[in-house]
């Protein structure tokens, strides 16, 4: 969050620099993490449009993201270009500009995630159409970070995320499953046809349920349009497992210890739950670009977070980071994206496709320099396991 | 900390049950947890003395212990016995006494591990004497948690472990190490031996370094009788990778952040620091017992506590809990020291021996409940590691 640099950031209202000015700052700036302005390396800036010096030292993330779309300016790499700012720590040297502030601040004081106003991100994010996602994800259809331990593809890295899931919960056939945000419900029928559980997939969005449920044959599975804090799952309640995947980075700070409580009410005493979540730095706010654009309302928590809102509902069995397989797994969704966004009939215009491809590159980069942003996988228990849990990788 | 029983705290003490009382309510007490006074299980208690339920009433965790080290009360197997009273969560049905409170209140109060205050544990503690320490640990001299994934003996667990760490923290013959609290040195043998790398190792105990220093041969370590606070270590800097096995619960809660500051400083940029250290649960205080007769001043850290020590120090690449690990290693000592006291020519009183025995039953019960104490191993890097730290079990 930076406290404490509000004077600043009015001087810099104030007394903003000349554009010639900004060439020169953003020059030196990216000159120091090696990046040059219309260099001839991967990581290196063409700039098509003079004001983006400007807008950078402005509006930072979010001016860097809209003049990328905007076309004013191009990079053979932006991955390498993003991970190499960070690894020279570039992004502390930007001044925060007010709309990081005010966004932060929307942040802290508003429940963006109630449960009214929950749907939104479903609705914004996951309703881009199925067909959409096909492509880019890949016949897994499953949208968050694939484990690449032994993976050479990406439906193999998806296909072993769910396995790895399935050892870590020790999942067998007399459990019940509960996935809190199932998405397009592949971790289910990992399970279920894997292990013969009996499950329940829980999501916002209709369009993944009509999509998963004919692909669920006579599988044990029920999906349901529901919030994690519905008063039905109480009823359906305790279940043996709980995962949730690549969900708590849209329950917002001001939720994380209802979710918990709720987690917490639903699991049997011996249960386990296995919560798998990006990480976020502590003095990291919310990235405006994404919040506009990519993601609304979604917020990445940091340890502190996550061990604050667990409290003394549950003991940590297993904490595991593999934040570098999202690098790989971003960098496969890209190569797909760029694919399909070449063929004649791709629905969306110039400045989606700019977007877009903005959104993996960065995250890409974001985990490759690792420092920013981590995938964690937690194994919780409401007791711990009697005998010792058995920690899988 | 219970906090808010301070009214029915001052209740118990104006209006102490009977003699008579007291004996029906331990009664009742234990017999929910399936343990009998004067039954036939090995788990439950034969009392020599009545004066045991008033003690146990009016001083708990205290009162239990100083009245079987004064013969009050015996058991076959105090271990079964703790952890079915955990199991039952007898504990929290137990008023908390005046001298725990006062206990924790010095805990959070005093700093009671001020670099002036630290030797004490070193010297009331392991400074039994090595003879002591060579027949309960065995030659490992390892008075830390074992890790028997594949172990058979005590041994081979204490050498599973030392290896564990270094594959852990990824040791190569080029690194320098640094063992904070590294007790009679075999996990630095075992790394300079087995990696080649060069390594410093501080302790508090001169004895530990008379013990471990001809025994290190031609190996690359340093044995410093020396503070994690030392400003001689600021000069050795920076280390590529730290270890801290079970020197931890030590520190002390006041010093939890400069501890984890001092690592800070000392740890190369692109270095690991792992932290092996028994976990508590966050509603837990200071057990008065051990407190008083085992660990003078040591307090085990909870999952929050750590990770608020850690702020935005370090990412975490890795937290593995093997607390169960621990009742079978404190089950080994146990034997050890059972057939050592047996011996004619054991050093100690009979008093001595019921202290120890209780100890060691005592943490195997609890740490086989699983709910109450844990076994962690962090794996914690400054910047995230290149390429992905690589977990391993």
């Not at 900004?22 to 020059?27: A, K, L, N, P, Q």
């Not at 881009?128 to 690449?148: D, I, V």
Request: charged share 30%; proline share 4%.
């Amino acid at each position: 969050m930076r406290s404490g640099e509000r004077a600043p950031l009015f001087e810099l209202k104030t007394s903003r620099p000349s554009r010639f000015d900004s060439r020169r700052i953003v020059t030196d700036l990216l000159a120091s993490g090696g990046i040059a302005i219309d260099g001839g390396e991967p990581w290196d800036i063409r700039v098509h449009d003079e004001r983006f010096f400007d807008r950078l030292l402005r509006e930072e993330s979010l001016g860097l993201g809209e003049s990328y779309m905007d076309g004013w300016w191009d990079c053979p790499s932006i991955d390498q270009m993003i991970c190499r700012s960070f690894d020279a720590e570039l992004h502390t040297r930007l001044k925060l500009d007010w709309a990081t502030v005010l966004s932060e601040l929307r942040v802290r004081l508003l429940n963006l995630q109630s449960i009214r106003r929950a749907p939104r991100v479903a609705r914004t994010h996951y309703d881009l159409g199925n067909a959409f996602f096909e492509r880019m994800l890949g016949p897994t259809m499953t949208y968050s970070c694939g484990y690449w331990r032994k993976a050479r593809t990406l439906e193999e890295s998806q296909d072993d995320k769910h396995e790895l899931v399935c050892e870590k919960l020790d999942l067998d056939s007399g459990d019940r499953l509960l996935d809190i945000g199932c998405g397009w419900g592949r971790l289910l029928r990992h399970a279920t046809e894997g292990r013969g559980c009996r499950a329940i997939g829980i999501t916002l969005s209709q369009n993944q349920i009509d999509w998963a449920k004919p692909r669920s044959g006579a599988l044990s599975i029920d999906y349901w349009l529901a919030d994690y804090r519905d008063p039905r799952l109480v009823q359906s309640a305790p279940f043996d497992k709980i995962v949730s995947v690549g969900m708590f980075e849209h329950v917002g700070r001001r939720n994380y210890r209802r979710y918990m409580e709720c987690v917490h009410r639903l699991l049997a005493d011996d249960g386990l739950f296995l919560l798998h979540t990006i990480g976020n730095h502590p003095h990291a706010g919310v990235d405006v670009w994404t919040e506009r654009y990519i993601f609304p309302n979604s917020v990445t928590p940091s340890q502190r977070d996550l061990v604050s809102a667990i409290g003394e509902l549950f003991i940590i069995e297993d904490w595991h980071n593999f934040g570098a397989d999202y690098d790989r797994t971003l960098m496969a969704w890209h190569e797909n994206f760029e694919r399909h966004a070449a063929e004649p009939d791709f629905p969306y215009d110039e400045r989606f496709k700019r977007m877009w491809r903005l959104y993996l590159l960065m995250f890409a980069g974001t985990f490759r320099s690792r420092m920013r942003m981590q995938l964690w996988q937690l194994v919780l228990a409401k007791k711990g396991r009697r005998g010792g849990y058995r920690s899988v990788r």
